[in-house]
């Protein structure tokens, strides 16, 4: 393995994409080398942490959904559990929270725009005709309007993350996008299964993509990806 392959798979733990007191999740990356290690141990530890949480701040509502009293939750949005609405969060319109989801503070969860077993930092914005699913994403990372992540394979084979020229086994058969803190996905992008995205990056609209992009970075297609200045 090349020494820049090394240096990517460095980037891609735990400890170099998040800061983990930008979430009420922080317990379930303890002892978890990658993020995506996480997706499948999502649905336990909501039900687990959703029993400790305050009553003077959070309501019950449903079977296991904590809603945060300062939350602000539309009429017409739907929620199935497992799921956590934090503190100052918004979910708007038509918004679709089906089951495994923890929306961190102040994010917001907006018009159409669907959630499945996925972890929301603090301050994430998914605004606008998004579908977020089987994801992790960073601390104030936002997602444009109509990008969505994509998290099964067409032809249903476990997902692999490409890493330069190595490629990474998941062992997840359902995987969509893990962002880090701070990235900004442009409008109408996909992101396909197994993309991991480096904190403090920026994806231009449109695109396509795939693999491991690393942090502080500027993506403008597979084949251009320039540092930040």
Not at 153 to 167: A, C, H, N, P, Y
Not at 175 to 202: H, R, W, Y
Not at 212 to 217: L, N
Request: charge should be neutral; include cysteine.
């Amino acid at each position: 393995m090349s020494r820049r392959s090394l240096e990517m798979f460095e980037e891609m733990t735990v400890a170099k994409m998040y800061n983990l007191n930008e979430t009420i999740a922080k317990d379930i990356f303890e002892g978890v080398t990658y993020p995506w290690e996480v997706l499948p141990k999502i649905s336990d530890f909501i039900v687990k942490l959703g029993e400790t949480l305050p009553k003077e701040k959070f309501e019950k509502k449903g079977e296991n959904i904590w809603i945060a009293k300062s939350a602000k939750v539309a009429e017409t949005a739907s929620i199935t559990g497992p799921a956590i609405i934090d503190e100052e969060a918004e979910v708007r319109h038509c918004a679709f929270i089906r089951g495994n989801a923890i929306v961190g503070k102040n994010a917001v969860v907006g018009n159409s725009t669907e959630l499945k077993n996925v972890v929301l930092f603090n301050n994430v914005q998914v605004p606008h005709y998004n579908y977020v699913g089987d994801s992790i994403l960073g601390f104030k990372s936002h997602m444009g309007a109509g990008s969505i992540t994509s998290n099964v394979k067409s032809d249903k084979t476990l997902v692999e993350i490409r890493v330069g020229q190595e490629k990474v086994k998941t062992g997840l058969k359902k995987m969509g996008a893990i962002l880090g803190d701070q990235v900004e996905v442009g409008c109408g992008s996909i992101l396909n299964p197994g993309s991991v995205i480096g904190a403090n990056t920026n994806i231009y609209p449109l695109s396509s993509v795939r693999g491991y992009v690393p942090s502080g970075s500027i993506y403008k297609n597979q084949g251009e990806i320039v540092e930040k200045q």
